[in-house]
């Protein structure tokens, strides 16, 4: 099958799939575990990643015909004339995300403050997840349980505004759904009023806890599945 480009939006029939363009990644360069070779164009590259196993997505440095593939979201640097393509799975998610209700979710293996997360995040189009009920929760839960580095979680959801009023980054009210620990929110026993940031923490078996936002978590990014 041949390689149809849609000028009009950015998608990329390609061979087994298609693929989307991260365009709030262009310019960065995700760091990879896999192979960096040249090829003639960013399609070409999208054939090696399906021929690689394992392969995610793609990032083609269009000033030195560069292509790397790439396993998994890391961390990301600067890098001038770069752009990222994710391939797309059935149900709506990019390849490495998992689809829950109408969301899908990484689990990226990188331990940033509160706010770096936000930002890092916002690099995929995406924001630290809400858990608004339990079947999402269990459905994090599970996956957390499974991959083994993961101790902590950032979750989007803070009182920054306001002491003791919780809130999810969308403005609504941690109210009615919650999974709090058995003491918590506490500002780490009241000895502080700066624990103001909302994580799930192995530790407590995934429940949820308040800790300070300059903490060092993973981030639990989202965003609606296509």
């Known amino acids: ?12 029939d390609c061979l087994e799939g298609y693929w989307k363009l991260s ?31 394992g392969c995610c997505f793609i990032s083609y440095i269009a000033s030195s015909s560069e292509c790397v593939r790439h396993r998994k979201m890391l961390n990301y640097t600067p890098q001038t004339s770069s752009s990222v393509w994710n391939l797309m799975k059935d149900d709506g998610c990019p390849c490495g995300w998992y689809r829950v209700q109408t969301t899908c979710l990484i689990f990226p293996n990188v331990y940033l403050t509160r706010d770096e997360s936000l ?61 709090w620990s058995s003491s918590a929110p506490d500002n780490y026993g009241k000895n502080t009023n700066n624990a103001d940031c909302l994580y799930m ?3 407590i078996d995934f ?13 639990l990014c989202e965003k609606p599945s296509l």
């Open 201 to 203: 923490g192995s530790w």
């Open 23 to 53: 365009a709030s990644l262009r310019n960065y360069l995700p760091d990879s575990d896999l192979v960096t070779t040249t090829t003639a164009s960013y399609k070409t590259c999208m054939i090696l990643c399906l021929m690689t196993d």
């Open 207 to 219: 429940y949820w806890d308040d800790c300070g936002c300059a903490e060092i978590k993973s981030p």
């Open 119 to 179: 930002v890092y995040c916002q690099r995929m189009d995406a924001t630290l997840a809400e858990i608004i009920n339990d079947e999402k929760y269990q459905f994090i839960v599970g996956i957390a349980k499974v991959k083994t580095e993961i101790t902590d979680l950032w979750l989007g959801g803070s009182d920054i505004s306001n002491e003791g009023t919780w809130l999810w980054n969308s403005g609504l009210p941690i109210t009615g759904f919650t999974k």
């Open 1 to 12: 099958m041949g390689i149809i480009l849609y000028v009009t939006c950015p998608y990329i």
